[in-house]
């Protein structure tokens, strides 16, 4: 009997169809930035400069992936986690995302904003990447994620 | 129905809705990008007064509003003593990432024009990181020495209404703008909007 398999977060990510939407919001959580820098090779090489943002950030857009994953999991395959706590994770990761991402990724942000609160924003990135990870990982535990469940 | 049924009831729909509010949430700031993007030129720009183009502002064919900077080295420059060439004026921070990768493009550029045929003037706007060690090093590893690299001490970004790093302009020879955007530079872009200028 493997115990691992049988926690939410494994299960969600080898069940099928959650592990598509998973994939799918991990995906889109990663490659956003490109959107606003209208390159990808230019994102993926900004990422690939920034530190620490290029360990925390796909680490957050893999969270932000396990979190609706476990969330889909609950609703359509096996109910198991307190849906009414996805609050705080989905908070968490909209703060990552749209803050963390990059220093200057941020256009569709800064634009309401002057420019000296932007540059603010942008040094603290890796302080909002930091929190939202730690708040994703919050949010998964309190949805069970870790919980170690019966095969169902 | 009984005031429990009704209150789990009314918790999974609270679910259901929070997950609507996020995901448009996300649709309506990517799709605001979006139309932003297409508009935010008009944004930045001052109309021309009167309809004369020869009017200062921040639109394409306005002249360009005056500036004076003191760059690393001490020298003092200005539009009117870059007159003469075209200028391509670049607000940044030593920290932009995309900025540095947007420079090394237009270098290509530059130095496949012989280095002389335009003035580039690097503009760095933040107070706590742009130190003069900073610059220098930012111009060592992404520009060039025949830049014009200067803090913004005298609050130009705010009279060219910069809102985002990676701001450009750029004048030409008699100091009308002739091109600003603030997405990522690539060399394709230096090379059409610079070359016609050149000539």
């Known amino acids: 009997m493997n115990v691992m398999q049988r926690a939410v977060l494994l299960k969600a990510w080898t069940n099928k169809k959650s592990a598509v939407v998973g994939l799918a919001a991990a995906t889109?959580?990663?490659?956003?930035?490109s959107i606003p820098l209208r390159s990808l090779d230019l994102w993926l090489k900004t990422l690939s400069y920034l530190y620490p943002t290029r360990i925390l950030y796909p680490v957050l857009a893999f969270l932000?992936?396990?979190?609706v994953a476990i969330y889909y999991y609950n609703k359509r395959v096996e109910s198991c986690c307190p849906v009414s706590r996805v609050r705080t994770g989905t908070a968490g990761s909209l703060i990552g995302v749209f803050l963390?991402?990059?220093?200057?990724?941020?256009?569709?942000i800064a634009f309401f904003l002057p420019l000296g609160l932007t540059l603010t924003l942008s040094h603290l990135s890796p302080l909002f990447l930091s929190a939202s990870v730690a708040v994703l990982l919050f949010a998964i535990y309190r949805m069970n994620g870790f919980r170690v469940m019966g095969r169902g | 129905m009984t005031g429990g049924k009704r209150r789990r009831k009314r918790t999974s729909h609270s679910s259901k809705r929070l997950f609507a509010i996020a995901l448009t949430a996300i649709a309506s700031i990517v799709l605001g990008y979006i139309a932003l993007s297409s508009s935010t030129p008009h944004a930045?720009?001052?109309?021309p007064k009167d309809g004369n183009v020869q009017a200062t502002g921040l639109d394409v064919g306005n002249l360009a509003p005056n500036f004076q900077l003191t760059d690393t080295g001490g020298t003092t420059f200005s539009r009117a003593s870059l007159a003469g060439k075209p200028v391509f004026i670049f607000f940044t921070a030593t920290w932009?990432?995309?900025?540095q990768l947007g420079a090394k493009e237009l270098l290509k550029y530059y130095n496949e024009t012989g280095r002389n045929a335009f003035n580039v003037v690097i503009v760095f706007v933040d107070p706590s990181s742009d130190t003069n060690a900073a610059i220098i090093k930012w111009n060592k590893d992404f520009g060039s020495n025949s830049w014009f690299t200067a803090f913004d001490a005298s609050g130009m970004a705010n009279v060219y209404q910069v809102k985002y790093l990676d701001t450009k302009y750029v004048l030409d020879k008699d100091g009308m703008i002739?091109?600003?955007?603030?997405?990522?530079?690539?060399y394709e872009t230096s090379r059409q909007v610079l070359q016609p200028l050149i000539g």
């Open chain 1, 28 to 33: 889109a959580a990663l490659l956003w930035p």
């Open chain 1, 64 to 67: 932000t992936g396990s979190y």
């Open chain 1, 100 to 108: 963390g991402a990059c220093p200057a990724c941020i256009p569709a």
């Open chain 2, 44 to 47: 930045l720009t001052t109309a």
């Open chain 2, 96 to 99: 932009c990432v995309p900025c």
């Open chain 2, 178 to 186: 002739a091109w600003k955007d603030f997405y990522p530079l690539n």
